[in-house]
């Protein structure tokens, strides 16, 4: 029995997509929103993205059961209540779930704090010497320790030193040479809500989403 899920890490800055079939990774997307011109095209992009995504599972998978699963939307955000996050955030996540009717797909979305807890085994901040951001960075040690940190490092040729560190490459030839990278932490958090959606029921929080 193949069991697909879908796990959205969705912002409006940039969006992780991650696509699991039994655990394991069938592909995955990250939406910088580059050429958008306001949240509307943001959204737009996004639901573009995932029509393919599912249209690929149809196609390449044969798929007993198929969800998807977002991030919950915090009721405060940056400390205070904001309605702009609220109606802006809203409104994307309403986008997904718009996608999911289409293909007769639940959408789920899980609280921040269970998805890590579960997965990453702790919601707490983690400083780090990189510049990475503390909220994000034991999701990107998960991914490492897993053997994953292929999927979710970008070389980086920009000036900035914040969150860039050096990795080794192997050339054709056997060599290796030393590349400037970044991390997508929006894509590794995809992945972890993704998995997420593999955990015993007993242990998920999830709540169906409906707008």
């Given at each position: 029995?193949?069991?697909?899920?879908?796990?959205?890490?969705?912002?409006?800055?940039?969006?992780?997509?991650?696509?699991?079939?039994?655990?394991?990774?069938?592909?995955?997307?990250?939406?910088?929103?580059?050429?958008?011109?306001?949240?509307?095209?943001?959204?737009?992009?996004?639901?573009?993205?995932?029509?393919?995504?599912?249209?690929?599972?149809?196609?390449?998978?044969?798929?007993?059961?198929?969800?998807?699963?977002?991030?919950?939307?915090?009721?405060?955000?940056?400390?205070?209540?904001?309605?702009?996050?609220?109606?802006?955030?809203?409104?994307?996540?309403?986008?997904?779930?718009?996608?999911?009717?289409?293909?007769?797909?639940p959408v789920y979305s899980v609280d921040t704090r269970s998805w890590k807890s579960q997965i990453v085994g702790n919601s707490k901040p983690l400083s780090n010497p990189y510049g990475i951001n503390p909220e994000k960075y034991r999701t990107i040690l998960y991914m490492r320790d897993r053997g994953l940190l292929h999927h979710i490092a970008e070389e980086y040729k920009g000036r900035g030193e914040k969150g860039v560190i050096w990795a080794n490459r192997t050339l054709t030839d056997g060599k290796k040479e030393k590349v400037r990278i970044k991390i997508n932490d929006d894509l590794a958090d995809s992945y972890c809500i993704a998995m997420y959606g593999f955990l015993p029921e007993n242990k998920q929080k999830l709540k169906e989403e409906r707008f």
């Open positions: 029995m193949d069991k697909v899920v879908i796990g959205i890490d969705q912002s409006y800055t940039r969006t992780g997509i991650t696509v699991l079939c039994n655990k394991e990774i069938f592909e995955m997307y990250s939406l910088d929103f580059k050429g958008c011109k306001d949240n509307d095209d943001k959204r737009i992009e996004l639901r573009s993205q995932l029509v393919g995504a599912i249209d690929n599972v149809n196609v390449q998978l044969d798929a007993d059961e198929i969800i998807i699963i977002t991030e919950r939307i915090r009721l405060r955000s940056q400390g205070f209540l904001s309605e702009n996050y609220l109606k802006a955030t809203g409104a994307l996540v309403a986008s997904i779930v718009h996608i999911g009717k289409l293909y007769n797909i």
